[in-house]
């Protein structure tokens, strides 16, 4: 029974497991009939969709396509009536140029005729202008054989006869010149000039005297010789004059010619003295420190210029006419302020200049100009009158403005009254009670040393020292030194002088051999 129960139970088991099988194989069918439907029907919808967008395309594309069309059949509507247009206007073009053709061939036959009717009034012309030039030989001849001499001869003798008159009515004027010279009424005149031309002119202002050694402290002078002397060698190169250090004693001395370099190496000292922030960006940048102090003395230099045209009510002149002007305001002749007294001296020459009846203006402006050349005489060799006279013509002032300048010193022959109103009033600015200071003590010792090297040369006659010590004249024997031997004797003596004596500008070597000759009539 027990085996029955088993045999029984398993083939329950089996039939279950056949049955559920069966059932197993079924739904796995059953899905995959529902699969592959699906799918066809995914493959339905997909070959719609498809086509539809096959269809939606060739629309797009069609539509597209017309209206490329329509555009392109209205772009070759508008170059249709663009061409049109052109058309009608080259032919337009064309009737204006056969118009214009048909004008100038007018033209050209009208210049045609007039060019052979002025060939023919030429060729008459030559003609009658020969017939001219044969009749005038033939009168010109028979005028010489009635005469008894020549055209040349009588242009010759009429020329020197108009010379001598000329140099007779010159030789009067001199006469009459030298009278009015020697005339004390003529005297009393030039006096009264200068005296109403000082009196109307009020001024005032001090001597300067520029501080060319300075006692620093021990911060000062080891900014200016920290890192091997940067500062210092820039101050150097930038204003153009030497720094001299005393070692041990903390003084500096500035060396050189230039003024205007003077004061730049003095502003900057000033800086670092009173102004400790000035050390740090000196420090920092010694060569830019000190070019900033240059370009802002440069622009004080600049606007002086322009204030004293201004002051003047003169015109304005070259920017290096200005600049120099300016430049003149730390300039010194023996203690006075060259600006001041260029404005100065202006204004007495036009003084002057009015009560003469002449132009006050071009007084004013010849003598502001007079010594420009000062503020170069460190830089170019030379008379400082001459100098500026140079640089007035080279920038195109005028002739009368030139030789002014170049002659208020003697430097070259004065060419109108101008140059003696500059040169009067040069005098007067510098000759007046307080405008230059110079010991006597030394200023006698200048004269004897310039007199004594002078005299001390074989043949000189006489050495004498004019114009304050400015030129030395020396009067040779004319049968001891020849003409050759003078030039270089004035050489000779101006070399000595450089070499022996300290002065300040220049001084003029005059070497005078003249010849007199006396006869007595009895």
Known sequence: MLILAVVLGLVAAVTTFAVGRARSRREAMEIRAAAAAEREALLASARLEAAAARTAADTAAREESLAVRDQALAELERAAAAAAEREAAAARARAVVEETADGLDQRQAALDAD????????????????????????????????????????????????????????????????????????????????????????????????????????????????????????????????????????????????????????????????????????????????????????????????????????????????????????????????????VEASFLAGLMAAELGLDQKLARRATLMHDIGKALTHKIEGSHAVIGADIARRVGEDELVANAIGAHHADEPCNSVYAHLVAAADAMSGARPGARREMAEGFTHRVEDLERIGASYRGVELAHAVHGGRELRVYVRERDVDDLAVVELSAEIAARIADELTFPGQIKVTVIRSFAAVATAS
């Open 115 to 342: 060019e052979g009717e002025r060939r023919s009034r030429q060729d008459r012309a030559n003609g009658l202008a020969q017939d001219a030039e044969r009749r005038r030989r033939e009168l010109r001849a028979l005028l010489e054989e009635r005469a008894g001499t020549t055209g040349d001869a009588l242009g010759a003798s009429l020329g020197q006869a108009w010379l001598e008159a000329a140099r007779a009515e010159a030789s009067a004027r001199l006469r009459e010149v030298e009278l009015m010279a020697a005339d004390p009424a003529t005297d009393r005149e030039a006096r009264r000039v200068l005296e109403i031309a000082s009196t109307r002119y009020r001024n005032h202002f001090l001597t300067e005297r520029n501080q060319s050694t300075f006692r620093l402290d021990a911060p000062v002078m080891d900014v200016l010789l920290r890192d091997g002397g940067a500062v210092h060698a820039a101050l150097e190169e930038i204003a153009g004059v030497k720094l001299l250090v005393t070692e041990g004693e903390h003084v500096v001395r500035l060396d050189g010619l230039d003024s205007l370099g003077r004061e730049v190496a003095r502003r900057a000292i000033g800086k670092l003295s009173k102004k400790p922030e000035a050390a740090a960006e000196a420090q920092r940048d010694p060569r830019a420190w000190a070019q900033k102090i240059k370009d802002h003395l440069d622009g004080e230099v600049r606007t002086l210029g322009k204030k004293a045209f201004s002051t003047l009510e003169v015109g304005r002149a070259h920017p290096e006419i200005v600049w120099l002007v300016g430049a003149l305001n730390w300039r010194t002749s023996y203690t006075q302020n060259q600006w001041l007294h260029a």
